[in-house]
């Protein structure tokens, strides 16, 4: 059973438009949250993190973060086609280690 | 600037040999450094767990006397892929974080290995 599920996708949006993307996990103890985003060939670079109930804003991103349901989404606001990209969410556990979803391919189209 | 200088980036090597792949932290002191794969359209998988000044630990399913682990300071972590082969052709990633739960991990470059 995975442990951190996220829909693969793509999830097609126009430019200009909010990209909503969606992750869910298995843990109960997880404590901390994370977005990364990965271009094709590249290593994944972080966007937002979460470490408690509620939205956290950072320019155009926000992350939401709901434990009692296990689900933490990422909203991208105005987006751009450079925000094409596969999005991974990444959670942290026991041993300090993070488990990775599949990642949702996000294509922003002209 | 990088916090993480992973290099090389790119390597290819007949099946075989061996290929080492190394991680610099260059922003902080890392006891912990973390080394994943990951195949073409799927997620990163961790492989090992590397320690600096003991032995690292290794997840299930990942071979330890296959992957060698080294993290002889407190910067610098290497991979050795021993006796490669067309099946370890896959994207290495390492990451550090700073000590405590709730710090954001920094990945390297990555080294994309391929295996002839």
């Known amino acids: 059973q995975k442990e951190v599920e996220q829909n693969s996708g793509p999830l097609s949006v126009p430019e200009g438009a909010i990209a909503s993307l969606n992750c869910t996990y298995s843990?109960?103890?997880?404590?901390?949250f994370f977005w990364y985003r990965q271009y094709s060939g590249k290593s994944p670079e972080l966007i937002m993190s979460?470490?408690?109930?509620g939205d956290k804003e950072d320019g155009r991103f926000t992350a939401q973060l709901n434990k009692a349901s296990q689900y933490v989404s990422l909203l991208i606001r105005d987006s751009q086609p450079s925000d094409s990209a596969t999005y991974l969410c990444?959670?942290?556990?026991?041993?300090?280690?993070?488990?990775f979803g599949t990642g949702t391919q996000l294509k922003v189209e002209l | 600037g990088a916090v993480v200088s992973q290099h090389p980036s790119r390597v290819i090597c007949k099946s075989g040999t061996s290929v080492k792949i190394e991680c610099r932290s260059l922003?902080?002191?890392?006891?912990?450094m973390f080394w994943y794969r990951q195949f073409p359209k799927q997620s990163l998988m961790l492989m090992a767990t590397?320690?600096?000044?003991?032995?690292?630990?290794?997840e299930q399913g990942v071979e330890k006397d296959k992957f060698l682990i080294n993290h002889a300071s407190l910067t610098l972590s290497t991979l050795t892929v021993t006796s490669a082969h067309p099946e370890d052709s896959s994207f290495y990633i390492c990451?550090?974080?700073?000590?405590?739960?709730?710090?954001?991990?920094?990945f390297g470059q990555g080294t994309r290995l391929t295996v002839v």
């Open positions: 990444a959670v942290r556990g026991g041993g300090n280690k993070l488990t």
């Open positions: 843990d109960r103890g997880s404590q901390s």
């Open positions: 979460i470490y408690s109930n």
């Open positions: 922003d902080f002191q890392a006891t912990t």
């Open positions: 590397s320690n600096e000044g003991s032995k690292a630990t290794y």
């Open positions: 990451s550090v974080q700073r000590a405590g739960m709730d710090t954001e991990a920094f």
